[in-house]
């Protein structure tokens, strides 16, 4: 039986993370994988999930499995933290599911239940991982323009056109925040523009927000998803709490499915549970547990936020010394779409072989796309990266 197996494309990304373990030289940096680093290049474990971590391992009385939709208490403390206010909770059906890339999968498992002839649109680019688990699972996917590689911007005018094509029961795949690869995101009078089109189409919503308070905080990277959710009568939500958390090994997420009524929110949290009953029964606790101690006790919440507001503020100066550092050296306002960039990645907008002359010549690591991880940096390595941008000619 194995014999018949045919070898399957290996991940670029963690390609990449290989080559640079094996890299040699000491001036090399990382900005290829998507994971938060602090200035001497640590993932840490955020303050709150440590303490949250003491408590639960001093007072679990049981391993006993949970629900199969996880703990009704992590559903509703990551509803309120996604989005607000801004939906009835009586429409959201929600499951924990293992990590954000979790809840995409069944979300789209989902997707191909409820309506299997329906096309995914996608930004071109996103995170590889959509296409690939769209293809894997044989449904229909188109792409719509997104990045443009002249102003490192959003295309909007080229966005608008392809998603004029959507037909009746499209879904339309939108990242929430701290657009992946690109950090090219979209302004509130943008999405307003593109939830009128959808609507007109009658094309339906799945948002991917993995990365909510690495933009512009907690509340204001829920913003977009909570206008498109509170304009539709259907809107899947994957929101990953991987990255503001710091849980990445957790695999902890959600899927949230928001109905248009009560009776229909019941069908759809029904459904969500076979979902995970089918693929993995009960989804992990850990994680979970983690994020419920911290969002519903006041102390530890305003601990995390404290902490996350100073990862993301970290990133925002790096962003900025950087984008001042190319200036410099440039005597051009050429990068300064770098400072403008929201998240933990910014497309530099250049082609293989100059990204492949960055990593021969000057040992810097970021994805062929030319993806760059902005915490991977720290005010020792911007001078290094701008100078090396500016010696490869890009
Ligand atoms: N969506 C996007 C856009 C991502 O970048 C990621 C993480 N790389 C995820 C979802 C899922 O992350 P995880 O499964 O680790 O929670």
């Known amino acids: 039986m194995l014999e018949n197996l045919i070898a399957q494309p290996a991940d670029k990304i963690l390609a990449l993370m290989a080559a640079f373990k094996a890299d040699p030289r000491d001036t090399k940096v990382d900005l290829g994988v998507g994971v938060y680093k602090d200035a001497t290049g640590n993932t840490p474990v955020m303050r709150a999930v440590k303490e949250a971590e003491r408590r639960i391992v001093a007072d679990q009385t049981t391993k006993a499995y949970t629900g199969l939709a996880g703990d009704p208490a992590f559903g509703a403390a990551m509803r309120d933290l996604v989005l607000g206010d801004s939906v009835a909770a009586e429409r959201v059906a929600a499951v924990a599911t293992p990590g954000g890339t979790g809840a995409i999968r069944q979300a789209l498992e989902l997707i191909k239940m409820a309506s299997p002839d329906a096309t995914v649109w996608l930004s071109n680019p996103t995170w590889p991982n959509h296409p690939s688990i769209i293809r894997y ?3 229909n996917m188109a792409e719509y323009r997104y990045f443009d590689s002249a102003t490192r911007g959003v295309d909007f005018a080229g966005l608008i056109e392809d998603l004029g094509q959507i037909k009746s029961g499209d879904v339309v795949l939108i990242h929430g925040c701290c657009h992946n690869p690109t950090g090219a995101n979209l302004r509130a009078e943008q999405i307003a523009e593109i939830i009128t ?30 206008q498109i959710a509170s304009a539709f009568d259907n809107c899947l939500i994957a929101a990953s709490c991987s990255k503001n958390f710091g849980i ?8 949230m499915g928001i109905a248009k009524d009560a009776d229909q929110q019941k069908l759809t949290q029904q459904t969500l549970q076979f979902l995970n009953r089918q693929n993995y029964s009960f989804p992990p606790d850990h994680g979970a547990r983690v994020v419920t101690t911290i969002l519903n006790d006041p102390a530890l919440r305003k601990d995390w936020e404290a902490e996350l507001e100073e990862t993301r503020n970290g990133m925002l100066v790096l962003r900025q010394q950087l984008a001042d550092e190319l200036r410099r050296l440039t005597n051009s306002d050429r990068f300064d779409f770098l400072a403008h960039h929201r998240g933990m990645f910014s497309l530099l907008g250049t082609s293989p072989d100059k990204v492949e002359k960055l990593r021969a010549d000057h040992g810097i690591y970021m994805v062929g796309d030319s993806r760059m991880n902005i915490a991977g940096l720290n005010a020792d390595t911007v001078p290094i990266l701008a100078k090396a941008i500016v010696a490869a000619g890009i």
């Open 137 to 139: 699972l044989g449904m």
């Open 197 to 226: 089109l959808m609507q007109t189409k009658g094309a339906i919503p799945f948002i991917d927000i993995a990365y909510q308070g690495f933009g512009d905080g907690l509340q204001e990277d829920a913003q977009i998803t909570r």
């Open 248 to 255: 990445y090994r957790e695999r902890t997420g959600i899927l």
